[in-house]
């Protein structure tokens, strides 16, 4: 009976060494955004994406689609629901998300999707030692890869997806946009001396506890330097930095940017109705303007599939003169129909420019 047990068990594991070989045979390693170098299934059918939370909006530009997706955090899905995540790709909304709340995943509800890959942020080590140490390949994303500007960002992402799914040329025409988007752009406002910049607050959050600014080190500096505007934090490192209404009045900012973190809308600031603060004396207020970065795919302020559509919103709401022929909403139109292969209305891109209060989230 042992002698047989033994034959079972040697059957087993040369059963089990075969299968391994085999896998082997049929995949393949990629380097991720953290630096680790991951071994992931020659054909990948099965994902769950974990964070960063723009990421989706990014596989799905790559993708064209939610098609394999089968989990993504649970903000992921309530971003759709106010953006046009879910137009693009509906599988969306039928993806598990209870696998995790906040950072804390369920190793056990993971597994049961059965992902050949999970892909989350790489600065998370945590969720990164959870995936591996259940066997999943789990490759990282990094939010911070190109210095915080944006557009890179996003090309370095759709880059990694096409390692990820060995279909590396799919990722031309996004990146050569987004590219030829930014050095238009530059080129235009390159003889504008700084000093002749309108000055701009990145209000990256703002609640009845706290105002943060958008710091140095952060997607609000990238956004004023590629768009010809001066940041009126440049001088504080650091992302989101804390700040008061004092320090705001010191600054006169010419402009405020309102990301989609905030609840707040610019009328709220014009009716100068924010509990609190008496915003009435800010130029910018005075002056009317206070713009609230569009939602489309996903919110406009971090990384997103529509990056370079932000460059352009910005660039059209600080120099308006100098990119005046730039119709906007036509990019809009032109940009989704050729990526998303979705085709917009006059009242969809509206609301891509006027997100309601309600789809402000705490953070990215």
Not at 130 to 152: H, L
Not at 240 to 245: A, F, Q, S, T, Y
Not at 311 to 339: Q, S, V
């Amino acid at each position: 009976m042992v002698l047989v047990r033994k034959k079972f068990l040697s059957l087993s594991m040369l059963v089990i060494a075969l299968v391994s070989i085999s896998g082997a045979a049929s995949a393949r390693t990629v380097t991720d955004q953290g630096g680790n170098v991951v071994t992931v299934p020659d054909k990948v059918d099965r994902v769950v994406i974990v964070a960063p939370w723009p990421l989706a909006s990014v596989y799905c530009l790559y993708m064209g689609s939610g098609e394999k997706l089968v989990g993504v955090h649970p903000a992921i899905k309530s971003a759709g629901e106010f953006s046009h995540l879910m137009k693009v790709a509906p599988q969306i909304a039928d993806c598990e998300s209870d696998f995790i709340k906040v950072d804390d995943i369920n190793i056990e509800s993971l597994m049961k999707l059965e992902p050949d890959v999970v892909l989350y942020s790489s600065s998370n080590a945590a969720n990164a030692e959870q995936i591996r140490n259940a066997g999943i390949p789990a490759v990282g994303f990094s939010v911070s890869i190109a210095k915080f500007n944006t557009v890179e960002t996003v090309n370095s992402w759709v880059k990694l997806l096409g390692e990820v799914f060995g279909e590396e040329d799919r990722a031309s025409g996004i990146t050569e946009y987004g590219r030829e988007v930014a050095a238009m752009i530059k080129e235009r406002i390159g003889d504008i001396p700084k000093e002749d910049m309108p000055s701009a607050l990145m209000l990256y959050h703002y609640d009845d506890t706290q105002i943060l600014a958008s710091g140095s080190t952060f997607f609000g500096q990238y956004w004023c330097d590629a768009t010809g505007m001066r940041s009126v934090s440049e001088n504080m490192k650091g992302s989101g930095i804390e700040v008061n209404m004092e320090q705001i009045y010191e600054w006169a900012p010419d402009m405020i940017f309102v990301t989609n973190f905030v609840p707040y809308l610019a009328e709220d600031f014009y009716s100068n109705v924010i509990p609190g603060e008496d915003w009435s004396g800010v130029p910018a207020v005075i002056n009317r303007q206070v713009h609230k970065f569009p939602l489309g795919m996903y919110r406009w302020f971090p990384p997103s599939s529509d990056s370079a559509l932000t460059l352009l919103w910005l660039a059209k709401k600080a120099h308006p003169d100098l990119f005046a022929d730039i119709d906007l909403d036509a990019e809009i139109k032109t940009y989704y129909k050729r990526f998303y292969n979705v085709t917009l209305t006059d009242e969809e891109v509206a609301r891509i420019y006027n997100p309601p209060r309600e789809a402000a989230s705490g953070s990215f």
